[in-house]
């Protein structure tokens, strides 16, 4: 079978920085997204990894370890704007689909 | 501008009342995505389609019907037999193959009276 696991929530000051945690089993791994969603909005693209190592776009960052079925996102100098669901979606060899974690909700504190 | 665009954003239906969701993209993507979103819960694929005139069920397919008669459109119609309608319905659609980024509408919240 296919499994996703993200923390439910996290907490972060403005200012510091914080690391959501992916990990994932599947068969056939092909690649790794991750989604920014505001309450009620629709989920916008942050960062896809698809070779071991780390992607840097900005304030934020995205490590993938293949062999360990892990991935992480990191985001630096946290803005009251990065209140929002945070997204892992996993693609497989052999399938168009794209299966999403249940996501992790981030509350940014003042 | 390119996107894609879901109507309406809120919708209110009678409960043994089919309804169809709208989605049209103008990004000239080949694939093109159903997701059902319920709180706190992440998006569970409801039916895809690689090309026109073809689509797949995905995981939670039963009491959903869709069509792709043209690449620009990929309309959902809830049926009476869904269970549990009420939910935020998301349509995607992204470029052939699975290494692409998917790009969202924003949504459309159905709820069943």
Redesign the interface.
């Known amino acids: 079978g296919q499994n ?1 696991d993200q923390p ?1 929530e996290m907490t972060a000051t403005e200012g510091a920085i914080v690391q959501i945690n992916c990990t994932y089993q599947t068969s056939g791994f ?2 790794l ?1 991750w989604y920014q969603q505001h309450a ?6 942050l960062s ?1 990894n ?1 070779l071991d190592g780390l992607e840097e776009k900005g304030r934020f960052s995205s490590f993938l370890s293949r062999s360990k079925g892990y991935s992480y996102l990191l985001l630096k100098e946290l803005q009251m704007k990065d209140s929002a669901s945070y ?1 892992c ?1 996993v ?2 060899s052999g ?9 992790t909700r981030l509350k940014v504190l003042a | 501008d390119g996107g894609i665009t879901q109507s309406p954003k809120y919708l209110f239906r009678k409960e043994g009342q089919n309804v169809t969701l709208s989605c049209e993209q103008n990004l000239n993507h080949d694939a093109m995505y159903w997701y059902r979103q319920d709180p706190g819960q992440g998006l569970r694929l409801i039916y895809y389609s690689q090309i026109v005139n073809d689509f797949q069920k995905g995981d939670i397919a039963e009491g959903y019907s869709v069509s792709r008669e043209k690449k620009e459109s990929f309309p959902l119609t809830v049926t009476s037999a869904q269970k549990n309608p009420t939910a935020f319905y998301l349509c995607a659609s992204s470029s052939a193959g699975t290494s692409n980024e998917q790009f969202f509408g924003p949504g459309t919240r159905l709820t069943v009276l």
């Open positions: 996703i439910t092909n690649g997204f009620g909005e629709a989920p916008t693209f896809y698809v997204l979606a693609t497989t399938t168009y689909k794209y299966i999403f974690g249940t996501g």
